[in-house]
């Protein structure tokens, strides 16, 4: 196993700027053969999926070779793949959808630790559903989500666990196959939030139990645009709401309008930059070598996360809320006489992204004592080195110092 960061960082055009990106959970920078690949499919001929003209075939290409790209990514089966503008956008249709079989008596879970966007399409289809939506802490000391927590509000009424399966704010990752199992004993259906996962770990539908899984390709090197996987049979099951002349056929029926064919073929080019550029030295098919490379990336991750921790822990007046035992190379910082908004600012100042919020985790950043204001946030990404984090520790201690 081999991980060669400044070879991965060669192929990184925005790093010549000279920022040190640790704004990687809301979203990364871009490697030239993905750019390349949405340029190229661009520059081709292209139409309506087909296959009589070139154009038409080109774009058929791009599609299939997409799902393909992401089934090995996920874990999934290609045919289980569904493309959306955004995680986002695929939540409120999957929510609107799932919903019309839901009615009063119903119940929905959500929980705290999440995004907004795996919340509030939950709590308003149940709304609009009449269904009673039940809320799962977590424990604010130690940033835990249990399945425990998700036990306590479950009962035979549920109808759908909503859940994410790492937080974009403190990391947290739960235990989804755990809390899986305990929804599917009472027949409920599990909608996983795997935006911020997916960029640290890498995935297995099966294995995780999630019967939904979503994820954002620009959060791990690629273009902006939504993926969900589910297993085939179970899309099957699901009538959304299209045009009349759309096709029916699973999962197109869930794709509304022309798919962007160019971020498409740079979603495939992401998943092989991943598979080929992680571990170089990798072999074999192209779930075994983004096998290899995620083990290499999570092995880099965790060197580069325990300087981050050690050169906080050297800091005075540094609270660091990221604190479960599993969690992504994400830290959540707050200061005791220092605002998060101005330690941004001035991190900026000297080439070191790190960005202040709450980044859309409102009911965790609210759970924590944070408020709406959040704290300032250290993400770790592919092509991060130790020299980045040098420079944030040494901007930090700096700016404390004022």
Not at 146 to 155: C, K, M, Q
Not at 290 to 306: I, K, Q, S
Request: net charge negative.
């Amino acid at each position: 196993m081999t991980y060669d960061i400044a070879a991965i960082r060669s192929h990184f055009p925005a790093l010549a700027a000279g920022t040190a990106h640790f704004d990687g959970p809301g979203g990364t920078q871009t490697p030239q053969p993905v750019v390349r690949a949405i340029a190229d499919a661009l520059s081709q001929p292209l139409s309506n999926r087909g296959r009589i003209t070139l154009g038409e075939r080109n774009a058929e290409a791009l599609v299939t070779g997409a799902r393909r790209a992401m089934a090995d990514l996920l874990g999934a089966e290609p045919s289980g793949i569904v493309f959306g503008r955004s995680a986002t956008q695929l939540a409120y249709d999957f929510s609107r959808t799932l919903a019309k079989s839901w009615s009063p008596g119903d119940e929905v879970v959500v929980t705290r630790l999440d995004h907004d966007a795996n919340i509030r399409p939950w709590v308003q289809a149940a709304e609009q559903a009449g269904a009673t939506v039940r809320w799962a802490e977590f424990d604010p000391e130690k940033g835990e989500l249990t399945a425990d927590h998700i036990r306590s509000v479950l009962s035979g009424r549920t109808r759908l666990v909503a859940v994410t399966a790492a937080s974009n704010l403190i990391g947290t990752r739960p235990d989804i196959r755990g809390i899986a199992r305990l929804a599917h004993e009472v027949g409920a259906l599990v909608y996983a939030d795997g935006v911020h996962h997916t960029a640290h770990t890498l995935v297995d539908l099966d294995g995780l139990g999630a019967d939904f899984y979503a994820c954002s390709p620009y959060k791990f090197l690629g273009p902006h645009h939504g993926v969900l996987a589910a297993r085939p049979e179970l899309l099957e099951t699901l009538r959304p709401d299209k045009l009349l002349p759309s096709t029916d056929a699973v999962p197109e029926r869930f794709e509304l309008g022309t798919l962007p064919y160019e971020f498409l073929a740079g979603t495939t080019a992401t998943v092989d930059f991943l598979a080929d550029r992680l571990d170089a030295t990798a072999t074999g098919t192209r779930r075994e070598r983004l096998t290899a490379g995620f083990a290499a990336l999570e092995a880099h991750e965790h060197v580069l996360r325990t300087e981050i921790d050690k050169g906080l822990a050297a800091l005075d007046g540094v609270t660091v809320h990221s604190r479960a035992a599993d969690r992504t190379p994400t830290v959540l910082l707050t200061f005791e006489n220092h605002s998060t908004a101005d330690a941004y600012a001035f991190l900026a100042e000297r080439g070191v992204q790190a960005p202040s919020g709450a980044f859309y985790a409102v009911e965790a950043s609210r759970h924590l004592g944070l408020g709406d204001t959040g704290g300032l946030r250290v993400g770790l990404a592919p092509y991060n080195d130790s020299q980045d984090v040098d420079r944030l520790l040494t901007g930090l201690s700096d700016f404390l110092a004022r």
